[in-house]
């Protein structure tokens, strides 16, 4: 079975602190893809990226950066000089590869940025 | 807009009555979902189509739900007789299938409200 876990509940900082958000993950199979969501108050799921477990590059964009640790099965996201337009609910998911398409998300993390 | 489109954005029922939401996925998408989301849980997956073909259901998915897509476009969720546990916000997505997983591109959710 597959779990994805952000132990971070909810998250307040104030506007340009850097923020890491956590995400630790189980699966038993060898190839799958780690994602990131963001979703605002407006409700839409929006695509962060995608990483492949091939892939254990860190991959920077932005202000946003992603740490991917295959040994400690974590996929990590960092925010660094925070904005308010930030603020969002931030889902990290897990997918097979191979066999079922059902993507697996963690609970999410509720990200205020204050002014 | 070319995103993936839900219609309606808002329903409220009373119980025992049936409902049915519409998603219109990316036009060259070929896979298509339905996830359903409560107050403060990331979503959680009910089924998925591969064209016309429904491949795989969740066991969340009662005999009460049923999903469509019959020219392999656009798809339906009907629920009959609601019940408060019903109520959700529910997410439709597509994605394309490659060699690769591509990223799911959600809708902005339909929310169920059963009084």
């Known amino acids: 079975a597959q779990k994805v876990t952000q132990a971070q509940t909810e998250i307040s900082v104030v506007e340009k602190e850097d923020v890491t958000l956590d995400c630790v993950y189980e699966t038993r199979d060898t190839t799958y893809y780690l994602f990131w969501y963001k979703q605002p108050p407006s409700g839409e799921l929006v695509f962060l990226i995608r990483r492949n477990s091939f892939d254990e590059q860190n991959e920077i964009s932005g202000r946003y950066s992603w740490n991917f640790q295959k040994s400690t099965s974590s996929f990590n996201f960092t925010i660094t000089a925070s904005q308010v337009v930030d603020s969002a609910v931030y889902f990290c998911?897990?997918?097979?590869?191979?066999?079922?398409?059902?993507?697996?998300f963690g609970q999410g993390t509720r990200l205020t940025i204050n002014p | 807009d070319t995103g993936v489109s839900q219609d309606p954005r808002h329903k409220i029922t009373k119980r025992g009555q049936n409902v049915t939401f519409r998603c219109d996925p990316i036009?060259?998408?070929?896979?298509l979902y339905w996830y359903r989301q409560t107050l403060g849980q990331g979503p959680e997956f009910l089924t998925y189509?591969?064209?016309?073909?429904?491949?795989?259901k969740s066991r969340l998915l009662s005999d009460r739900f049923s999903a469509e897509r019959p020219k392999g476009s656009f798809s339906t969720l009907e629920i009959q007789r609601t019940e408060q546990g019903d109520s959700a916000m529910y997410l439709c997505?597509?994605?394309?299938?490659?060699?690769?997983?591509?990223?799911?591109?959600f809708g902005n959710g339909t929310r169920l409200t059963v009084t």
């Open positions: 036009s060259e998408h070929n896979r």
């Open positions: 998911a897990l997918i097979r590869l191979q066999g079922a398409q059902k993507l697996v």
């Open positions: 189509f591969q064209n016309e073909a429904q491949l795989e």
């Open positions: 997505a597509s994605s394309l299938r490659g060699q690769d997983n591509s990223p799911l591109h």
